[in-house]
């Protein structure tokens, strides 16, 4: 075949391919290893002189141009064949309801929100806090100095940069009294992270809402008042509570605020390590160092904090037994759960 005829040709078939499988099998046909110009070009070895120049040129560009026509033809079969894909009648209908089961909140997120429901209707406002935090803030600024025998009590997780994940909800106190000042009143719920080991109420990973209400004349009738109010709501009956003496050293005085165990009914069992009660929010008078580093007047202004456990109240909501259960990841047990 001359040049004439294999381009005669290829412009044919070039004509005639109308899906894109066809396309290689045309590339094949004219620039495989025994394709026409492949073949052409071999066949110069028995041309010599000015002729296999002149021959071997109209050939090569023969060659450049088969490569550009097919590329082009390939690419304008595709977008037709794609154009009629999406033009096609849809393959499903989408009036069919899905099978897909519905997702659920976890029982974290449900307390959370009813915890948030209950404090904005009394005024306090959500505040969003980082779960990588650094010392200063988790624990210097809340009163617990480098050395201070309470570091024992929160060992936590450290980055390579001396950040760390935060051991409480107090982590975010110092920066929201910067941030607002005196009057004040904000709830910051978040994760938290403890180096400890885990039992049936014991996460290295759980939940808290922190509490704070800041003002003129705040005292432990405010925060009792709160603390009731708020149980009250999210159980949606009376709970029995007790209050005793508890330390931080960000408060003073301080309190645990213990509710009779909703699982064994105050009997005794591992949810509540058989004691019949459950430490569920300690709470007390905002130190006046904690104060003064936040930036607020501490002879003026007096404040209530609190560190409700999150995830022990969903536990006692939803009497689950143990808390490793919410980080599972088992989705037939954390599903059932709706308000
Ligand atoms: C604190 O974390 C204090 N920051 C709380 C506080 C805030 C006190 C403001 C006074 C004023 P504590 O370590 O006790 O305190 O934790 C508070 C609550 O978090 C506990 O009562 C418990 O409900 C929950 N909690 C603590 N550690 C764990 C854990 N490992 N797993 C699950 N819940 C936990």
Redesign the pocket.
């Known amino acids: 075949m001359n040049i004439e005829e294999i381009r005669k040709n290829l412009n044919e078939d070039l004509e005639n391919a109308s899906e894109s499988g066809k396309l290689e099998e045309l590339r094949v046909k004219f620039l495989g290893k025994k394709g026409h110009i492949t073949e052409a070009l071999a066949g110069l070895r028995n041309v010599s002189g000015e002729e296999k120049k002149t021959l071997g040129g109209a050939i090569n560009r023969l060659k450049k141009e088969a490569e550009i026509l097919i590329a082009e033809k390939i690419i304008a079969i595709k977008l037709k064949e794609e154009e009629l894909m999406v033009n096609a009648a849809p393959l499903y209908d989408l009036s069919v309801p899905s099978k897909t089961a519905a997702g659920s909140y976890h029982p974290i997120t449900l307390v959370q929100r009813k915890c948030e429901e209950i404090f904005a209707s009394m005024g306090f406002t959500i505040e969003e806090y980082p779960e990588v935090t650094d010392d200063y803030n988790c624990f210097e600024a809340v009163n617990i100095p480098k050395d201070h025998p309470a570091r024992d009590?929160?060992d936590t997780y450290y980055l390579e940069n001396g950040q760390l994940l935060k051991?409480?909800?107090?982590a975010a106190q110092n920066a929201i009294m910067k941030k607002y000042g005196a009057p004040l009143r904000a709830i910051f719920p978040g994760r938290c992270f403890?180096n400890?080991a885990t039992d049936a109420?014991?996460?290295?990973t759980?939940f808290?809402m922190?509490g704070i209400m800041i003002d003129t004349d705040i005292s432990i009738s405010n925060l009792i008042y709160f603390m009731k109010k708020m149980l009250s709501e999210v159980f949606e009956k009376d709970i029995e509570v007790r209050l005793r003496p508890g330390f931080?050293p960000?408060?003073e005085p301080?309190f645990e605020l213990d509710i009779s165990c909703l699982i064994c009914g105050g009997e005794g069992c591992p949810s509540c390590k058989n004691s019949g009660w459950l430490?569920?929010?300690?709470?007390?008078m905002i130190h006046p160092n904690v104060l003064k580093e936040g930036g607020i007047d501490s002879e003026k202004y007096t404040g209530f904090?609190?560190?409700?456990?999150l995830?022990?109240l969903a536990m006692m909501k939803y009497g689950i037994k143990d808390?490793r259960d919410l980080n599972s990841g088992k989705l037939a047990n954390l599903s059932q759960f709706v308000s």
């Open positions: 009590m929160q051991t409480h909800t107090s403890r400890e109420c014991h996460e290295n759980f808290q922190e931080f960000f408060v301080g430490e569920l929010c300690p709470c007390g904090a609190f560190g409700l456990g995830t022990r808390i």
